[in-house]
């Protein structure tokens, strides 16, 4: 069985300020990893996944995840917050053998002016 | 092609009342999938599809929930005699199928925007 669990459902960052939003998960294989955001009335979108090879993975819109295997780890990061960055975030795992993905509950983002 | 579809975006009903969803994939996606997202939390997987074969089913699909894809391209998802309980955000995405052995299996999962269901 695998989980996901995302620590914080509400995180509140100023502007220009780190974002981290956690993300641990449990898998009897190796997994592949997910960070997925949902903006308001939208569907979700994929900012950057892990699957193998370089565990510092890059995203768009300047995020950025580390899998952290001893961690049972994959925490988004991103130096400078933006407005535009206020959504929820989603962590997803897939195990190898399997099609669908596995989400986190979540954990909504405040961006404060 | 813009994306992955859903229709109707919102939809009311009544408990008891059938509903219908319809998806549309990306065109050249062969592997289409259903979740479901309640307030609150993340999407829960609810079934599956390649082409037009329907591979997994969560036990969270209930005999009242059936979902086909006849001819491999759009799908459709219904419930029959909705439950209060039911009312969520009915979630699709489609991928496509990469063949090569050297390059990792998956492939990314596009969502489309949702059906939000109410049950009164």
């Known amino acids: 069985a695998q989980s996901v669990t995302q620590l914080g459902s509400h995180v509140s960052v100023s502007e220009g300020a780190l974002v981290l939003l956690r993300c641990n998960y449990s898998s009897s294989v190796p997994p592949y990893l997910f960070w997925y955001v949902q903006y308001p009335n939208q569907g979700l979108q994929l900012l950057l996944k892990y699957t193998t090879g370089a565990t510092l993975v890059k995203g768009i819109n300047g995020f950025e995840a580390e899998f952290k295997k001893s961690e049972t780890s994959f925490h988004l990061t991103k130096p400078s917050a933006h407005m535009s960055d206020a959504a929820e975030y989603f962590c997803a795992v897939r195990r190898g053998s399997a099609r669908q993905l596995t989400f986190g509950s979540g954990t909504q983002l405040t961006v404060l002016p | 092609d813009t994306g992955v579809s859903q229709d109707p975006r919102h939809k009311i009903t009544k408990r008891g009342q059938n509903v219908t969803f319809r998806c549309d994939p990306i065109?050249?996606?062969?592997?289409l999938y259903w979740y479901r997202q309640t307030l609150g939390q993340g999407p829960e997987f609810l079934t599956y599809f390649q082409n037009e074969a329907q591979l997994e089913k969560s036990r969270l699909l209930s005999d009242r929930f059936s979902a086909e894809r006849p001819k491999g391209s759009f799908s459709t998802l219904e419930i029959q005699r909705t439950e209060q309980g039911d009312s969520a955000m009915y979630l699709c995405?489609?991928?496509?199928?990469?063949?090569?052995?050297?390059?990792?299996?998956?492939?990314?999962?596009?969502f489309g925007p949702g059906t939000r269901l109410t049950v009164l």
């Open positions: 995405a489609s991928s496509s199928r990469r063949d090569s052995p050297q390059i990792s299996s998956y492939n990314e999962q596009f």
């Open positions: 065109s050249e996606h062969n592997r």
